[in-house]
């Protein structure tokens, strides 16, 4: 099984800043992406980054300029460093795993961004 773990959620104003953190563990060797995903209450979940293992990146439109993921291997940790925040981007953040077949996600962690 695969463990992942948020952190650096919190609160900013508009046009601030935060880096979201997701540590992996358990049986991580065969990973194909890693992603963040985003869900505000009464919204579905979306896509927000990707990264794959060949180091590829996509985004949502609604992000791309402005959020950047990015992935350390040594540490089996992988970031999503947010800038210009804006109000609409205020959500439950999750980091999910994708393997060929299956998907492991963590439990979230929540940003919240002030007009």
């Known amino acids: 099984q695969v463990q992942l773990v948020e952190s650096g959620g919190g609160l900013v104003q508009a046009g601030g800043s935060l880096r979201l953190s997701c540590a992996a563990s358990g049986s991580i060797f065969s990973i194909n992406a890693m992603g963040w995903y985003r869900q505000a209450p009464g919204n579905q979940r979306e896509l927000v980054a990707r990264?794959?293992?060949?180091?590829?990146?996509d985004y949502s439109d609604s992000v791309k300029g402005r959020f950047t993921i990015s992935r350390d291997n040594a540490k089996n940790t992988v970031y999503l460093q947010m800038n210009s925040l804006k109000p609409e981007d205020t959500a439950v953040y999750y980091c999910?795993?994708?393997?060929?077949?299956?998907?492991?996600w963590g439990k979230g962690t929540l940003v919240t961004v002030s007009s």
């Open positions: 999910a795993a994708h393997f060929y077949g299956m998907d492991y």
């Open positions: 990264i794959y293992s060949g180091g590829s990146t």
